[in-house]
């Protein structure tokens, strides 16, 4: 067996490279087995050890004194005051949802949920920013239609509403769909658990459902023995992860429950690389070793191979450390939730991984449970700017063809409450503000008596491939104050942010510097925000026939809103407001790089983002947070994609009711992203003290007109019925999602 | 041309893991009914054709069911047809 | 004197907490009915909340009517006292039986959590009493299964003994003459889609549901056929 | 003591709406599948049991379908059994 292993095809296969390998053979000082080999590659994979990413990761900025875990545990927490806490964590679940649509997500929103429970936190809020091929691709669309069914079906069963999100549909992501998803949940500040096992002699606890062969993956070419080719290996094919809210619902309440009562000593739950990953970690967190009896594990398959049972990534598992005096309550807290409980392992002082045939039975496997996450390789690959940058960034996007302005707008509208009307985003009585508004607001409710704070969370996530694929720096600054105007729309001042960063293939130098990029210009927003990084995730990889997606970081903000009597106004606008756009000034020739016109209309890649002010959008955040919080507008907005033309279009559609306006005389003041600015609908005889305030504060303003009547019209380029404006906004996706999707 | 009625059976590939079948299983005996295992629970899609002849049906059906009445990463599909 | 609601629990039901959390702001009292337990103990009331009772497998309702709890329940229903199905709690009622027809898959075949415009139509029933034929009420829905049918028969005698409760104005799940409520003939027995319990605030955008749970605290709720 | 095999097939009765079904046979048109009518979705359940002979088998999954595997408000069943 072991000169197979020795044999490069084997650990390529498992794909270890040649140092990498070599490497475990000295932290072991001999040749690994199939087991060890398997357990390394897993934990080795770029999915659990970012080995490409770690060295740009640790650029971002992680501390503020609100923070009380910042990166590297299962979740960021922060401390909302009143002695509650918060967690939060963003995760991908990409390359799933490209097979499977519905349980890639469905799992996606599973995995998450336990991130968030393992802190001893009850998940409150799920959102789910999406991206997806062009709707008019029919395999694009049955991805679309089975990821919303699967967060609608997990999400809503398991009993956590989903509370916004985003949805993007875009050429580059034909083949290779990013579904990311971002949980929340909130515990008493004092209960805050760490996933760690330490303790000689405490057991480890695996709660939840049987194991099966599902998610293997890559490993499973150890299930052909000898890697003999033409052997016949379709039954033990690697397959598809299902998820089961119903199990999840249970083992969260048993979990919260068994924590609540203090019985836990550690906790962690399993997601990649399974069972190696969740007893490796926690032991070397604790300082300690572990022994792990292969055989007390529950299967739903029999006959199963230690390697396999050692990499499933069957959902719905958790480990729990306990002490062995407590194990009788944690079985019957079990027992009543009817969760399955096999104690499989037990915390050892000798800092091993053993893995173990029989409690006290043979050991398979041995390994120094800290090698398997320290001594990960770590990669400092090339990065490379595109040799066209230069040449690209001097192209004028904005140049395009004379297009007819009002198409234009129309074809920029999309109400999206046919995806979110499919998610349960009311559930636990929190939701003021829901999806379909700028920011999400939620009630903060104290988690030990359910009382009110009168104060709020809001929160937001934001992508945008477009901005970043034209300048990845500039563009993830750019979307990172996004999600802050975002959550200053409904009244909160950011407070934290989590990040999923989408990439392409890391062994392509340019998407390394996207990268690189987007995390130097995410550390300095995050800064300027004073919103640090808490948590966060990488997908790499994320191409289609060697075709790297755009780079598609994605950030999640949550925020506090101090003072909670009355819901904020929302985008609506009613008769007889003024209409005011607040932030960074826009110059008349301003660049429309990036931006969704230049994209989908003027067909244009090429150019360079408009100048962004990083510190004016830190002040008209803070300053219409403040506006909202003290209710003195009657309506608000942030101004995003499609730029002024389709915020304002926006308002009106969302307020039933029409504007006029002045001062946008061409495309490019109609539909150029400038970031940072928000339009605000203002009664009459409010308007002098606020534009007073508005100069104190150091925030540009500038009056576009007024609301009232039935049309939608700017100056002498734009004048649409509010009902051909509506109705256009409201037809795009049911048109699209409604006509049946095929899966190939 | 006639009409043919087609059954088209669809359910979670062995392997695949089955949540509901497996609750559905776990709950019978509560009900009263010992001794069932290997409980799955899949699809029936019941539809009538209008075709020439039978390969013709039977050639629309393995395509309709390959690209949209199941995922066959994770479901298997099963086709009877009759002459009606 | 603050009335005592018992609000059932099943595995994978997940609106309990809410509920209890509106009855107590109410004034009521609320305590967790386990599924496993044969009585409902000292409760005046019954509420069957939402959720996902048994991960709604098989069909929703369909093993969550063969608890221990509802065995109590019918009992408790068979000698007058009122029981409030909402949402899963309906499906799970028409499942037992204690309330007729069934619940099947809405129209779009999608889920759906969007606000409701409700019309009070029979005012006859333990809820209904509270409220003025006709009243318009604001209350979300947030289902799959929320379709109800049942037999021409039966939509007869639905009709004919003031049975239906709850109409939506613009139908969302197809649902036979639009009913997104009903009682039993009794009345006692009231199961409804929306979720009273989320219209229950200024800050959610609707105070109607609190009417809604409110009416189970009023009169000698035992004896109100 | 034999293992039987056991298919359930639950569908919507006859005069009873099937929105499922009807929005499958809505979407087909559209992804190339003309000529299809009258699809209805139902669910299939297969599952195991252990007993001594047919109709033992036959009564316990009688009394399951009708019991507990159909609502018989808007389902109907039909079983087949097969010894294994
Ligand atoms: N996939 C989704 N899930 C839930 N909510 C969504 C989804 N997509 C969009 N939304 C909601 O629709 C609203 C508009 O989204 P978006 O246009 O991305 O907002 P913004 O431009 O303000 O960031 C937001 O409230 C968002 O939460
Ligand atoms: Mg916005």
């Known amino acids: 067996m072991s000169e197979s292993l020795q044999n490069p095809s084997v650990y390529r296969a498992l794909g270890l490279s040649d140092e990498e390998y070599n490497r475990i053979e000295t932290l072991l000082g001999r040749i690994p087995n199939h087991l060890e080999l398997a357990m390394y590659s897993v934990m080795w994979s770029e999915h659990c050890s970012y080995k490409s990413s770690k060295v740009h990761l640790k650029r971002l900025p992680t501390e503020a004194p609100w923070v009380l875990v910042g990166p590297g545990e299962n979740a960021g927490v922060i401390d909302v005051g009143d002695g509650i806490a918060v967690a939060i964590r963003i995760e991908s679940h990409n390359h799933p949802s490209a097979i499977e649509p519905y349980q890639g997500a469905a799992t996606g929103v599973g995995g998450i949920l336990r991130d968030i429970f393992t802190m001893g936190a009850r998940p409150i809020a799920v959102m789910d920013p999406l991206r997806f091929g062009p709707l008019d691709d029919p395999h694009s669309r049955w991805i679309a239609e089975g990821v919303i069914s699967g967060v609608s079906g997990y999400g809503n069963s398991v009993g956590v509403p989903t509370v916004g999100g985003e949805i993007v549909f875009d050429e580059t992501y034909r083949g290779n769909p990013l579904v990311n998803v971002l949980a929340m949940g909130v515990l008493p500040a004092e209960r805050l658990v760490l996933g760690q096992a330490s303790g000689m002699g405490n057991l480890a606890v695996l709660l939840g459902s049987a194991t099966g062969r599902d998610g293997i993956g890559g490993v499973s070419v150890l299930a052909s023995a000898g890697f003999d080719e033409n052997t016949d290996s379709s039954d033990k094919r690697p397959s598809v992860q299902v998820g089961d809210p119903f199990e999840e619902k249970r083992l969260l309440e048993a979990c919260l429950e068994l924590l609540e009562a203090g019985l836990a000593v550690g906790i962690q739950d399993l997601g990649g690389a399974g069972l190696t990953c969740a007893t490796s970690e926690t032991a070397s967190r604790g300082g300690a070793g572990m022994d792990v009896d292969i055989r007390a594990v529950s299967l739903r398959e029999v006959d199963m191979e230690p390697f396999e049972i050692m990499t499933s990534e069957s959902q719905e598992r958790m480990l729990v450390i306990v002490e062995p005096c407590n194990l009788a309550k944690v079985l019957e807290i079990s027992d009543r939730w009817e969760v399955i409980a096999d104690v499989v392992g037990k915390v050892t002082g000798d800092g091993q991984l053993k893995i173990r045939d029989g409690f006290d039975g043979p050991v398979i496997a041995d390994i120094p449970a800290a090698t398997l996450h320290d001594d990960a390789p770590e990669y400092e690959r090339p990065l490379e700017r595109p040799i066209d940058w230069f040449e690209r960034q001097r192209v004028d996007a904005g140049l395009a063809k004379n297009s007819d302005y009002e198409s234009d707008l129309l074809f920029m509208l999309r109400d999206s409450s046919w995806v979110y009307r499919q998610y349960d985003h009311q559930l636990f009585l929190n939701t003021v503000v829901g999806p379909g508004d700028d920011g999400t607001l939620l009630r903060l409710r104290d988690p030990r008596t359910g009382r009110e704070t009168g104060r709020g969370l809001g929160m937001s996530t934001d992508g945008n491939h477009r901005w970043c694929c034209v300048d990845p720096r500039a563009g993830t600054k750019m979307l990172v104050a996004e999600a802050v105007m975002n959550i200053a729309c409904v009244g909160a001042n950011p407070m934290a942010t989590v990040n999923c960063l989408n990439f392409g293939n890391p062994e392509h130098p340019v998407v390394m510097w996207q990268m690189s990029e987007a995390v130097d210009g995410m550390a300095e927003a995050c800064i300027a925000f004073s919103a640090p990084i808490v948590g966060g995730n990488v997908s790499l990889y994320n191409e289609t026939n060697g075709v790297d997606i755009a780079p598609t970081p994605v950030v999640g903000v949550i925020g506090m809103h101090p003072s909670l009597n009355t819901p904020p106004p929302g985008m609506g606008i009613r008769n007889g407001l003024t209409i005011i756009v607040l932030g960074q000034v826009v110059e008349k020739n301003v660049a429309m790089g990036g931006s969704r016109w230049a994209w989908d209309i003027a067909d244009c890649r090429d150019g360079c983002l408009p100048e962004f002010d990083l510190d004016q959008a830190v002040k008209t955040a803070s300053f219409v947070a403040g506006l909202v919080q003290k209710n003195s507008v009657s309506a608000v907005h942030d101004v995003g994609e499609g730029g002024l033309a389709v915020a304002l279009s926006e308002m009106a559609i969302r307020g039933a009711t029409g504007m006029t306006l002045d001062g946008l005389s061409d495309h490019r003041l109609l539909f150029n992203e400038t970031g940072g600015r928000v339009v605000i609908g203002v009664e009459t005889e409010k308007v002098n003290d606020l534009l007073e305030e508005a100069k104190a504060a150091g925030v540009p303003v500038e009056t576009l007109g007024f609301s009232g009547g039935m049309k939608f019209t700017i100056g002498d380029v734009i004048d649409i019925g509010l009902d051909e404006l509506t109705e256009a906004w409201r037809t795009e996706l049911p048109d699209a999602l409604g006509q049946g999707t095929v899966s190939a | ?84 | 004197m603050s009335r005592h609601i018992g609000v059932v629990q099943f595995p994978g039901t997940n609106c309990e907490q809410d509920s209890i959390d509106t009855i107590k702001n109410l004034g009521g009292q609320a305590e967790i009915l386990w599924h496993g337990s044969d009585t409902v103990g000292s409760v005046e009331a019954i509420v069957i909340p939402g959720g996902f009772a048994h991960g709604d497998y098989l069909r929703c309702g369909a093993i969550a009517r063969f608890s221990p709890i509802m065995t109590a329940i019918s009992r408790f229903a068979n000698s007058g006292g009122v029981v409030l199905g909402i949402c899963n709690g309906f499906q799970v009622l028409t499942e037992t039986g204690l309330l007729p027809g069934a619940l099947q898959k809405n129209v779009g075949l999608k889920f759906l959590c969007q606000m409701e415009s409700l019309i009070v139509d029979s005012t006859s029933s333990a809820i209904g009493k509270s409220f003025k034929s006709g009243e318009q009420l604001q209350i979300p829905i947030n289902h799959f299964e929320g379709n109800y049918v049942c037999s021409p028969e039966v939509m007869c005698e639905l009709e004919a003994n003031g049975q239906i409760f709850l109409r939506y104005e613009s139908n969302p799940n197809g649902s036979i003459g639009s009913i997104a409520g009903i009682s039993n003939k009794e009345g006692n027995i009231v199961g409804m889609m929306p979720h009273p319990e989320r219209a229950t605030s200024v800050l959610l955008g609707s105070m109607d549901g609190n009417r809604i749970l409110s009416a189970l605290f009023e009169g000698n709720v035992k004896n109100n056929s």
């Open chain 2, 1 to 84: 041309m006639t009409i043919w009625r087609v059954k088209v059976e669809v359910s979670p590939r062995s392997g695949i893991a089955d949540p509901a079948g497996a609750t559905i299983e776990r709950s019978l005996p509560a009900l009263g009914f010992e001794n069932v295992q290997n409980v799955r629970l899949g699809k029936l899609i019941c539809l009538e054709i209008e075709a020439e002849n039978r390969e013709e049906v039977e050639k629309l059906v393995a395509d309709m069911s390959e690209r949209f009445l199941t995922n066959p990463v994770i479901e298997d599909s099963y086709v009877e047809i009759f002459e009606s």
